[in-house]
């Protein structure tokens, strides 16, 4: 069993499909409205997809491997979002004419151009460059170029970060790092990839031993509780007030 039916499956319980509490990981669009539907009726990871990788480079960057880099991205769909950011504008240039020439031999060359369209490219100062790497907070975010270890330093918004060109982002997406389920359009300012984290609970509790403190967080909680016209919530904190219950 696969796709949006599965999901709603694991969802509600179907036999033999058991009811799931969590149902995670990566889907195309069907499967993505599906969580996005389901979700309150169990939890879900995050909603992703379509795919990003920003490039980040200097002008020592390889166009060779950035645009083999940014095709990589490109091939995923048509919606796929490939984006260079660098502080040359020669780059630039030179990253078009190579991808221009791998395209030419590429099988997928057709939902490649497609998903290139979507792209682009910025060509800014060092510190406005990063401002923009830190404000798309892509999906994936590969370091070119001779900085990549300053940049590590001062970047922390995206879903998993490739360090030099010596990595490829496609390394993620067949194996290396902990997880390829990662937040897109935006999310990872705010969210992370898939990992143990979203199948763990985080409840709280609260116990108060009698005394003055307890006496104290009561009537505190009385008083807001009468500005808000809640006079049940004030009647019950201060039954804890000792000697007032």
Known sequence: ????????????????????????????????????????????DLLAGPSELAVLSDEAGDPVL?????????????????????????LVTSVEDELARQLADLPTATIAL??????????????????????????????HGSRVEEWERRLDTFGSVFVDESVA?????????PNHTLPTGGTARFTGGLS???????????????????????????????MEGLEAHARAAEMRVDGEG
């Not at 982002?169 to 790092?177: I, L, N, Q, R």
Request: charged letters at 20%.
């Open 169 to 177: 982002e496609v390394f993620g997406d067949y194996g290396a790092g």
């Open 1 to 44: 069993v696969g796709g949006a039916q599965a999901v709603a499956a694991m969802a509600y319980g179907v036999p033999p499909v058991p009811r799931c509490d969590v149902v995670v990981g990566p889907g195309n669009q069907w499967v993505t409205a599906a969580k996005l539907l389901l979700s309150g009726v169990v939890g879900i």
């Open 66 to 90: 950035i645009a083999a880099d940014l095709l990589a991205q490109a091939e995923h769909d048509e919606a796929a979002l490939p984006v260079l950011i660098t502080t040359s504008a020669e």
């Open 196 to 226: 143990v984290f979203s199948f763990l609970r985080r409840p709280t509790w609260l116990r108060l031993e009698p005394g003055p403190e307890r006496d104290l967080v009561a009537r505190d909680a009385a008083s807001l509780a009468r």
């Open 114 to 143: 497609a998903g290139l369209k979507n792209g682009f490219a910025v060509v800014a100062p060092e510190d406005e460059a990063l401002r923009c790497c830190e404000q798309l907070a892509p999906e994936h975010l590969q370091l």
